[in-house]
């Protein structure tokens, strides 16, 4: 079963950076896809940004230029480096992964974390 273990997240001032690490665990297999995605009081869920393994990455307009994913394969740590935070950037986020190399915000997360709270004050 794969477990995903989220850290970081805290409280920023608008303009500030903020990192979110997320470590896969409970398989000898490495996720293909993973993905952030975030949840505000009130709103759904919306995608932020996803990776392929191979290193091919696709964002959310509300955060390209600002934020930025990678991912260690050889830890199997997936990151999200957020810049420029916003107030509306507020929110719970959350790690997925999904074993498919069909990797987008479109697409259905098979694992996902527990998440962490994000919140930028103006």
């Known amino acids: 079963q794969v477990q995903l273990g989220q850290s970081g997240g805290g409280s920023v001032q608008a303009g500030g950076s903020l990192k979110l690490s997320c470590t896969v665990s409970?398989?000898?297999?490495?996720?293909?896809?993973m993905g952030w995605f975030r949840q505000a009081p009130g709103k759904q869920r919306e995608g932020v940004a996803t990776i392929l393994t191979r290193g091919d990455t696709t964002y959310a307009d509300s955060v390209k230029g600002r934020f930025t994913v990678t991912k260690d394969n050889e830890k199997k740590i997936l990151y999200l480096e957020m810049n420029s935070l916003k107030p509306e950037d507020t929110a719970m986020y959350y790690c997925?992964?999904?074993?498919?190399?069909?990797?987008?915000?479109?697409?259905?997360?098979?694992?996902w974390g527990r998440g962490t709270q994000v919140t930028v004050s103006s």
């Open positions: 997925a992964s999904r074993h498919s190399n069909l990797c987008g915000l479109q697409y259905g997360f098979d694992f």
């Open positions: 409970g398989t000898s297999l490495n996720p293909i896809c």
